[in-house]
């Protein structure tokens, strides 16, 4: 399973950006899809998940101002994040709890990570 973020870049403090992720490869089944940030120094950090049936769970700091989503047909997830502020600022990296194919275990895997900068 591979994922491709995309989305990332440079924008003003309250504006908004669309962050997409596409799975791709051998897929046999996609549980769980989220959206974790990493800043310098610091631990990746969840930002929001988001369940095959559409349960969502979000970070403290981006409730109300972000919403995840996800395609099952298509397995992609995109994060609408808006009202940003300097502190969103971080590498993005999109996850899947995944099977590769039905005999495999269940498996988490990681996307490259996009830049999303917010300057104040």
């Known amino acids: 399973v591979q994922l491709q973020a995309s989305g990332g870049g440079l924008v003003q403090a309250g504006g908004f950006l669309r962050l997409s992720c596409a799975a791709s490869?051998?897929?046999?089944?996609?549980?769980?899809m989220g959206w974790y940030r990493q800043t310098p120094g610091k631990r990746r950090e969840l930002v929001a998940t988001?369940?095959?049936?559409?349960?969502?769970n979000y970070a403290d700091p981006v409730k109300g101002r972000y919403t995840i989503s996800r395609d099952n047909t298509k397995n992609t997830t995109s994060l609408q994040m808006s009202r940003l502020k300097p502190e969103d600022t971080g590498v993005y990296f999109c996850?899947?709890?995944?099977?590769?194919?039905?005999?495999?275990?269940?498996?988490?895997?990681w996307g490259q990570g996009t830049l999303v900068t917010v300057s104040s």
């Open positions: 988001i369940t095959r049936d559409g349960s969502t």
């Open positions: 996850n899947a709890e995944a099977r590769s194919s039905w005999y495999n275990p269940l498996s988490i895997f």
């Open positions: 490869g051998s897929i046999s089944s996609i549980n769980t």
